[in-house]
C-alpha cells in the first residue's frame, strides 16, 4: 500500500515499511491506543482524572518534600509547558495539588502535592497497578517482560537527543 503513496516528487525513494514492518507497527498503534485508553477508564471512574494527572501526582509523591520545579516536572512527564500549567491549573481547582514560588528562582514555580492529593492517589494506586497488571503484565511472560523493557528503553533514548536543538515537548 505505502508503495502505492509514492507519486512524482522527485528526490530519493522513501524507505517503505515491509510488511512485517507494517504490521508490527500496526500492532503497537493498536496495543498501544487500547492501552491508554484501558488505564483513562479506570482512573477517571475511580478517581475522576485522567492518566496523565494521575502520572503527576506520582512524579510529585516521589520527589523531595512532594514538590517538584514545574521545567522538572514536565521533563519528566514528557509533556508541553503548556499542557502541564493546563493539567497542574485542573489539580490545583481539585485542592490536590498547589503552586508555590521557587526559592532559588524568582521566575521558576514548584507544585506541590497537597495532603488531600496525596490520599487521593493513595486510594487510587491499588486499582491502577491492578489495571496495569491486567491489562500488560499478567499477559506477558518473564522473558517477554524483559524483551519489552529493553526495547522500550532502546526506543526512548532514541527518541530523546541530549544536543541542545532537540524537538522535545518540554521545550516547547
Not at 516528487?9 to 514492518?21: A, H, K, T, V, Y
Request: with cysteine; proline share 5%.
Amino acid at each position: 500500500m505505502n508503495r502505492a503513496l509514492n507519486g512524482e516528487g522527485g528526490g530519493q525513494e522513501p524507505r517503505w515499511l515491509s510488511d512485517e514492518e507494517q504490521r508490527v507497527w500496526r500492532s503497537y498503534l493498536h496495543a498501544t491506543t487500547l492501552l491508554e485508553d484501558h488505564l483513562d477508564r479506570q482512573l477517571q471512574r475511580d478517581a475522576g482524572m485522567p492518566h496523565i494527572y494521575y502520572g503527576l501526582l506520582v512524579q510529585l509523591s516521589q520527589a523531595p518534600r512532594r514538590r517538584k520545579r514545574m521545567t522538572q516536572l514536565a521533563i519528566d512527564a514528557k509533556i508541553t509547558r503548556s499542557r502541564l500549567s493546563h493539567a497542574i491549573a485542573r489539580l490545583e481547582k481539585n485542592g490536590w495539588v498547589r503552586r508555590e514560588d521557587c526559592p532559588s528562582d524568582k521566575r521558576g514555580q514548584n507544585a506541590v502535592l497537597t495532603e488531600e492529593g496525596f490520599e487521593v492517589l493513595r486510594r487510587t494506586a491499588p486499582g491502577h497497578v491492578e489495571a496495569v497488571r491486567q491489562a500488560m503484565f499478567d499477559r506477558l511472560t518473564p522473558a517477554q517482560v524483559e524483551q519489552l523493557g529493553e526495547i522500550m528503553h532502546v526506543m526512548a533514548e532514541g527518541l530523546q537527543p541530549q544536543d541542545t536543538g532537540a524537538d522535545l515537548p518540554w521545550l516547547r
